[in-house]
């Protein structure tokens, strides 16, 4: 069965998650700018854009748990995802700074005085170098130390779930589920090989 999905999965071009990923963006702001986004638009734009980011973080960091657990492999797709998720923390940032806060020296501000803004952009940071070298040309470049350098994602994922958690007013079980999410797949990951193999039997 899962050769079957491998199968049908090596057939799906990579484009067309670009395509399907990236999509929902502008129907976002389409409905934002007609009104369907409630009576404050471009809080619930920042609050969608920022809610896709962490979907896609989740999925990229899904992919290597999925292929040592269930066998499923994802990894063509893994940079594809990474990418997407860039895209919707860039958006993200993007509405906050120009349709929310509008004033530049307000921006820089709200990061030094605000903690989970704070934390935010230090996430946003973290994925910068990331995208920028996400090309064969940089995995050929720096060699073993690409490898090195894209683990930044796990922290960058980790401070993205602490912003949402920082954000919300009060006690929301929402935020609390990414972080959890989060953490159970960097969690994974530290299993040995060994325990890996036999919690993989176990499960089939």
């Not at 079957?4 to 395509?19: D, E, F, K, Q, S």
């Not at 700018?33 to 638009?41: H, K, N, R, S």
């Not at 120009?98 to 921006?107: F, K, T, Y």
């Not at 930044?152 to 980790?158: D, E, L, M, P, Q």
Request: charged share 15%; aromatic share 12%.
């Amino acid at each position: 069965m899962g050769e079957r999905i491998n199968g049908g999965l090596r057939r799906v071009p990579t484009w067309a998650l670009y395509i399907l990923g990236m999509l929902p963006a502008p129907w976002l702001l389409w409905q934002g700018a007609t009104g369907a986004l409630g009576v404050e638009p471009i809080r619930a734009l920042e609050h969608e854009l920022g809610q896709w980011a962490l979907w896609f973080l989740i999925a990229g960091l899904a992919v290597t748990p999925l292929r040592r657990f269930a066998g499923l492999n994802l990894l063509k797709f893994r940079r594809a995802l990474g990418l997407i998720a860039f895209y919707y923390v860039f958006c993200h940032l993007l509405v906050w700074i120009v349709l929310d806060v509008q004033i530049l020296g307000q921006v820089w501000a709200d990061i030094a005085k605000r903690p989970y803004i704070t934390i935010g952009m230090a996430a946003f940071v973290l994925l910068i170098p990331l995208a920028l070298t996400s090309n064969n040309w940089s995995v050929r470049k720096l060699g073993p130390r690409w490898r090195t350098l894209h683990k930044a994602v796990y922290a960058a994922a980790v401070l993205g779930a602490m912003h949402f958690v920082m954000l919300v007013k009060g006690f929301q079980i929402e935020p609390l589920v990414y972080l959890g999410i989060i953490l159970a797949l960097l969690g994974l990951r530290m299993i040995p090989r060994k325990r890996r193999v036999a919690v993989r039997q176990t499960a089939g």
